[in-house]
C-alpha cells in the first residue's frame, strides 16, 4: 500500500526504522521526514490515476506511511475545494485570487489531515493510547480519530481554549485537561505525562507522520492547477506543519517528474501581531525564532510562541523566495466579516489573517496582480463563536 521506506533527520540526515515506534532525531533534537521509493512510484504509478480514485486524502495512500489498509483511520478528510474569490480579487485588483478552504474537513479544520495520518501510523505501530497538547482545533480531531480507530485519548490545552474545542473533545470521548498558560505549558505537561506513563506524543514535529497528512495539500494543488503550482501561497503559521508539508510535497512531486515546470510557490507564513516569533526571526535574518513572550491573540492557532520546527520553516521560506507576515487582531476582524460578506466563506480568525496579510503584500507591490495567489482558510469560524 505504502511506498514507506525509512525515516530520515532534518538536520544531521541520519536514518532510522520507521517499522517502529519514532520520535524525533534523539541526536540532533531535530524532526524525522518520512522517506519513500519514488523511483519505484516514479515506474510503477501514474499521476493522473490518482484522480479517479474514491475521493480524499488516502486516494495518495502509497504517498503516505500506512502499510494496510486495515490501519487506515478515516473520516474522508481531504480533497477540500479550491475556490475562486471573484468579489474579492476584483476589489483588490487581482485576476486569479483563490482560497484552499479547508473549513470543510471532518472536525471542520486541516488539523484532520494530520491526526488521520499520524493516529493510522500508530495504531499499525501498535499504539493503544495517545497525548497531545493542543490550542484546540488539534485536539478536537485527535478525539475524533482517536474514538474511530478505538484508541485512548488525552488531551492538554489552555483554558481560554474556544469552548467548541473543548466540547468537542469531551464528546468523542477524550480526557480533557485546561491548564493556565500557553501551548508551550501545554506541550511540557503532555510530554511529562507521555514519559512518566507511556503515552504516545503526537505534538506537533515530535512526531513524523501528521506533516504527512498535511502534505496532500500540496498534491491536490498541483493536480488542481493541472500538475503546475501557484505562484504565492499565503499559509497562516502556528506550528506549520501545513508549510512543510506542502514544501515537502513539492520537492517529492519534482524527483516523481509529475510537475509541469519546476517553479514552486513563494511561501507566505502568516502570524499575529501579537505572537510573531517567525515574523521577527524572518526579517532579522536568523536561522531559527527566540520564544515569543507574553503571546495573546484571538486567532488561538497562531499562539504558538515558539515551534519545534521553527528552523525548517525559515528555512523553506528562504528557499522559496517568500516572505513572512503579521497582522494585527483588528485586521483579522476585519478580513473574516469581509470574507463573509463579499464571498459567503465564514473564516477561522486563522485563515482570515491570509487576507490581512495579502492586503499587506499588495500596498508592499510584493504581488503581482496577475498572478495565482492561494489563500488557505485552515478552519470554520463556527468553532470561535463564544459560548454564552
Given at each position: 500500500?505504502?511506498?514507506?521506506?525509512?525515516?530520515?533527520?532534518?538536520?544531521?540526515?541520519?536514518?532510522?526504522?520507521?517499522?517502529?515506534?519514532?520520535?524525533?532525531?534523539?541526536?540532533?533534537?531535530?524532526?524525522?521526514?518520512?522517506?519513500?521509493?519514488?523511483?519505484?512510484?516514479?515506474?510503477?504509478?501514474?499521476?493522473?490515476?490518482?484522480?479517479?480514485?474514491?475521493?480524499?486524502?488516502?486516494?495518495?495512500?502509497?504517498?503516505?506511511?500506512?502499510?494496510?489498509?486495515e490501519n487506515m483511520i478515516s473520516l474522508r478528510e481531504g480533497d477540500t475545494p479550491l475556490l475562486r474569490l471573484p468579489n474579492l480579487g476584483s476589489e483588490l485588483g487581482l485576476s486569479r485570487l483563490m482560497v484552499k478552504d479547508e473549513s470543510l474537513n471532518p472536525t471542520g479544520t486541516f488539523k484532520a489531515r494530520g491526526l488521520s495520518a499520524a493516529l493510522s501510523k500508530a495504531k499499525e505501530l501498535?499504539?493503544?493510547?495517545?497525548?497531545?497538547?493542543?490550542?484546540?482545533?488539534?485536539?478536537?480531531?485527535?478525539?475524533?480519530?482517536?474514538?474511530?480507530?478505538?484508541?485512548?485519548?488525552?488531551?492538554?490545552?489552555?483554558?481560554?481554549?474556544?469552548?467548541?474545542?473543548?466540547?468537542?473533545?469531551?464528546?468523542?470521548?477524550?480526557?480533557?485537561?485546561?491548564?493556565?498558560?500557553?501551548?508551550?505549558?501545554?506541550?511540557?505537561?503532555?510530554?511529562?505525562?507521555?514519559?512518566?506513563?507511556?503515552?504516545?506524543?503526537?505534538?506537533?514535529?515530535?512526531?513524523?507522520?501528521?506533516?504527512?497528512?498535511?502534505?496532500?495539500?500540496?498534491?491536490?494543488?498541483?493536480?488542481?492547477?493541472?500538475?503546475?503550482?501557484?505562484?504565492?501561497?499565503?499559509?497562516?503559521?502556528?506550528?506549520?506543519?501545513?508549510?512543510?508539508?506542502?514544501?515537502?510535497?513539492?520537492?517529492?512531486?519534482?524527483?516523481?517528474?509529475?510537475?509541469?515546470?519546476?517553479?514552486?510557490?513563494?511561501?507566505?507564513?502568516?502570524?499575529?501581531?501579537?505572537?510573531?516569533?517567525?515574523?521577527?526571526?524572518?526579517?532579522?535574518?536568523?536561522?531559527?525564532?527566540?520564544?515569543?513572550?507574553?503571546?495573546?491573540?484571538?486567532?488561538?492557532?497562531?499562539?504558538?510562541?515558539?515551534?519545534?520546527?521553527?528552523?525548517?520553516?525559515?528555512?523553506?521560506?528562504?528557499?522559496?523566495?517568500?516572505?513572512?507576515?503579521?497582522?494585527?487582531?483588528?485586521?483579522?476582524?476585519?478580513?473574516?466579516?469581509?470574507?463573509?460578506?463579499?464571498?459567503?466563506?465564514?473564516?477561522?480568525?486563522?485563515?482570515?489573517?491570509?487576507?490581512?496579510?495579502?492586503?499587506?503584500?499588495?500596498?508592499?507591490?510584493?504581488?503581482?496582480?496577475?498572478?495565482?495567489?492561494?489563500?488557505?482558510?485552515?478552519?470554520?469560524?463556527?468553532?470561535?463563536?463564544?459560548?454564552?
Amino acid at each position: 500500500m505504502s511506498y514507506l521506506v525509512n525515516l530520515q533527520c532534518y538536520e544531521c540526515g541520519r536514518f532510522y526504522d520507521a517499522g517502529v515506534i519514532q520520535t524525533y532525531c534523539p541526536v540532533c533534537q531535530a524532526l524525522l521526514f518520512a522517506r519513500y521509493d519514488l523511483d519505484a512510484v516514479r515506474r510503477e504509478l501514474d499521476r493522473d490515476e490518482f484522480r479517479s480514485r474514491p475521493a480524499g486524502m488516502w486516494r495518495w495512500r502509497e504517498l503516505l506511511p500506512v502499510h494496510q489498509s486495515e490501519n487506515m483511520i478515516s473520516l474522508r478528510e481531504g480533497d477540500t475545494p479550491l475556490l475562486r474569490l471573484p468579489n474579492l480579487g476584483s476589489e483588490l485588483g487581482l485576476s486569479r485570487l483563490m482560497v484552499k478552504d479547508e473549513s470543510l474537513n471532518p472536525t471542520g479544520t486541516f488539523k484532520a489531515r494530520g491526526l488521520s495520518a499520524a493516529l493510522s501510523k500508530a495504531k499499525e505501530l501498535g499504539v493503544t493510547k495517545v497525548i497531545i497538547p493542543t490550542a484546540g482545533n488539534a485536539g478536537g480531531a485527535m478525539a475524533a480519530y482517536a474514538a474511530r480507530g478505538g484508541l485512548k485519548a488525552h488531551i492538554v490545552m489552555p483554558q481560554d481554549s474556544p469552548r467548541a474545542n473543548v466540547e468537542e473533545s469531551r464528546i468523542a470521548g477524550a480526557t480533557v485537561v485546561l491548564i493556565a498558560g500557553s501551548i508551550t505549558d501545554a506541550a511540557g505537561l503532555a510530554g511529562e505525562k507521555a514519559r512518566a506513563e507511556g503515552w504516545f506524543d503526537v505534538s506537533t514535529f515530535k512526531e513524523p507522520y501528521r506533516v504527512e497528512g498535511k502534505k496532500i495539500m500540496g498534491y491536490e494543488l498541483a493536480e488542481e492547477f493541472g500538475w503546475t503550482l501557484p505562484d504565492v501561497i499565503i499559509y497562516p503559521t502556528g506550528g506549520g506543519t501545513g508549510l512543510v508539508g506542502m514544501w515537502k510535497a513539492f520537492e517529492e512531486m519534482e524527483a516523481l517528474g509529475w510537475l509541469e515546470n519546476s517553479c514552486r510557490p513563494r511561501m507566505v507564513a502568516v502570524q499575529s501581531a501579537g505572537c510573531a516569533p517567525v515574523v521577527k526571526a524572518f526579517q532579522e535574518k536568523l536561522p531559527c525564532c527566540d520564544y515569543w513572550l507574553d503571546a495573546s491573540t484571538i486567532a488561538s492557532g497562531l499562539r504558538v510562541p515558539k515551534s519545534f520546527a521553527d528552523r525548517i520553516i525559515l528555512d523553506d521560506l528562504r528557499e522559496s523566495n517568500g516572505n513572512a507576515v503579521a497582522v494585527s487582531d483588528e485586521a483579522i476582524i476585519q478580513a473574516q466579516k469581509r470574507l463573509a460578506c463579499m464571498e459567503g466563506i465564514f473564516a477561522a480568525p486563522e485563515g482570515a489573517a491570509t487576507l490581512a496579510a495579502l492586503e499587506t503584500l499588495i500596498r508592499q507591490g510584493w504581488v503581482a496582480l496577475d498572478e495565482r495567489i492561494v489563500l488557505f482558510n485552515t478552519g470554520t469560524g463556527l468553532k470561535y463563536i463564544p459560548a454564552d
